[in-house]
């Protein structure tokens, strides 16, 4: 996946989470899987971004489990 697919997939889980939150209704249970969606993104555009600037490849980065990303401090 390229960085800006990566993009893209953010911004369309960010905007998804926006809905939930104006719509009002009781979705803790969707709200948390984007959360976790969402880290699970970040962290591996970070990946790619760190692999490029160490001159590695950035396609050789992958996506974490959602449990190990999921409680990293930012």
């Known amino acids: 996946m390229a960085d800006n ?3 893209a997939r953010i911004s369309a889980l960010v905007a998804e989470e926006h809905e939930l939150t104006a719509g009002g209704v009781d979705t803790a249970a969707r709200r948390q899987q984007l959360e976790e969606q969402l ?3 970040w ?3 970070r990946q790619r971004q760190a692999r ?3 001159g590695g ?3 050789e980065a ?3 489990p959602i449990d ?3 409680h ?3």
Do not use: G, K, T
């Open 57 to 59: 490849d950035p396609r």
């Open 5 to 7: 697919d990566l993009l």
């Open 43 to 45: 962290d591996l555009l």
């Open 52 to 54: 490029r600037e160490a």
């Open 72 to 74: 990293y401090q930012q």
């Open 68 to 70: 190990q990303v999921e």
């Open 39 to 41: 880290d699970q993104c």
């Open 62 to 64: 992958h996506a974490r």
